[in-house]
């Protein structure tokens, strides 16, 4: 075999192990919550589909940005049912529970 096929496929080797290793995690998604309203005066709420991450439950380390907008999204809308009805799933749940800690006296 020549160097530029080895070389071509080792790198095709590679680069299958990367998409496999992204694919077979399990852990739990964590980011930033989904707080795009559409509407001024909104009458439902979307699901959230990743856990808080670091910027909003790392204390000291959170970037306080990120904290007051998930504050001003929840503050607006966090009483509002859901647009597809449906229970509140984990995310939802992790999510609320991060704003009400947060409101605490």
Same mark, same amino acid.
């Given at each position: 075999?020549?160097?530029? @096929? #080895?070389? #071509? ?5 590679? *680069? ?10 399990? $852990? $739990? #998604?964590?980011? @930033? !919550?989904?707080?795009?309203? +559409?509407?001024?005066? !909104?009458?439902? #709420? ?5 856990? !808080? ?8 380390? =959170? ?5 007051? =907008? ?10 509002? !049912?859901?647009? +597809? @009805?449906?229970? @509140?799933? $984990? ?6 529970? *991060?704003? $009400? ?5």
């Amino acid at each position: 075999m020549s160097t530029p @096929a #080895r070389t #071509r496929w080792a790198t095709l080797v590679v *680069l299958g192990a990367l998409v496999l290793t992204g694919c077979g995690s399990s $852990a $739990a #998604r964590t980011g @930033a !919550p989904d707080i795009i309203s +559409d509407s001024k005066k !909104p009458t439902c #709420r979307s699901h959230q589909s990743v856990l !808080p991450s670091k910027d909003y439950t790392g204390g000291s380390d =959170a970037k306080t940005l990120a904290v007051l =907008a998930m504050m001003k999204y929840y503050t607006a809308k966090g009483s509002l !049912p859901f647009c +597809d @009805a449906k229970p @509140a799933t $984990a995310q939802d749940t992790a999510w609320a529970q *991060l704003y $009400a800690s947060l409101i605490k006296p």
